[in-house]
């Protein structure tokens, strides 16, 4: 059974410094990994997916990384800023089952990161 | 914004009610789905629909009952809820349940209150 673990669970930074948030997952047999934000009160935001086959996936001021084969993805925010505060949730999503299917993502309990201005 | 809507924001409803949630996308996307999510915890999978189907039930209670009118509606129909059936109800789709690893794509979310 896949197991998606995230250190720290909360994390308190000033704002301007850069930061790493770490996902780690117990089963490497995964499609793909997907990372995104949760404000208080509502829904995720994608905010990067990496292929099984990439290294890394980068949007603005995000690098994703993933390194497969030791179960581990990194989020790193270059420059953070007040309005980073949330919630960081990641997923994995298995490799297909027998009939083709791999729709059950595999959350982390996410890390809560606050910037302090 | 988010290219998922979902409707109400937020629902208070007594245990006898009968309510309705629903979720809209027009992404073409022919995946869609229900997710329940408790405060400090991750999203847990409820149902999904493929191609308007259902294919997964995630041994949800009958007193949820989803419904798919077409490729961009998504319902999730309550009866007879107990106050610890509050939570966050949130839909989501990505392209197909199979293979492509599309991401998937949340809307905001129903705060649902059960009294």
């Known amino acids: 059974k896949q197991e998606v673990t995230q250190i720290p669970a909360a994390l308190s930074v000033p704002e301007g410094e850069n930061l790493v948030l770490n996902c780690s997952f117990t089963?490497?047999?995964?499609?793909?990994l997907q990372w995104f934000r949760q404000d208080p009160g509502k829904g995720l935001t994608s905010l990067l997916l990496?292929?099984?086959?990439?290294r890394e996936q980068t949007s603005g001021r995000l690098n994703a990384s993933l390194d497969k084969s030791s179960g581990r993805s990194t989020l790193y925010i270059a420059a953070s800023q007040p309005g980073d505060s949330a919630t960081y949730l990641c997923?994995?999503?298995?490799?297909?089952?027998?009939?083709?299917?791999?729709?059950?993502?595999?959350f982390g309990k996410g890390t809560l990161l606050t910037v302090n201005p | 914004d988010t290219e998922v809507t979902q409707t109400p924001k937020h629902l208070v409803m007594g245990m006898t009610n009968k309510k309705s949630l629903k979720c809209e996308q027009h992404?073409?996307?022919?995946?869609m789905y229900w997710y329940k999510q408790k405060a400090k915890k991750p999203p847990e999978l409820m149902f999904v629909?493929?191609?308007?189907?259902?294919?997964i039930n995630e041994s949800v209670p009958s007193r949820f009952s989803p419904e798919c009118p077409n490729s961009s509606l998504l319902n999730l129909h309550l009866h007879a809820l107990q106050p610890e059936d509050s939570a966050l109800y949130l839909c989501?789709?990505?392209?197909?349940?199979?293979?492509?690893?599309?991401?998937?794509?949340f809307g905001n979310g129903t705060r649902l209150t059960v009294t």
């Open positions: 989501a789709s990505s392209q197909a349940i199979q293979g492509q690893g599309s991401p998937l794509h």
């Open positions: 089963d490497s047999a995964i499609y793909n």
């Open positions: 990496i292929q099984s086959s990439q």
């Open positions: 997923a994995v999503r298995p490799e297909e089952d027998s009939g083709g299917s791999n729709y059950k993502l595999t």
């Open positions: 992404m073409g996307h022919r995946a």
């Open positions: 629909y493929s191609y308007e189907k259902l294919s």
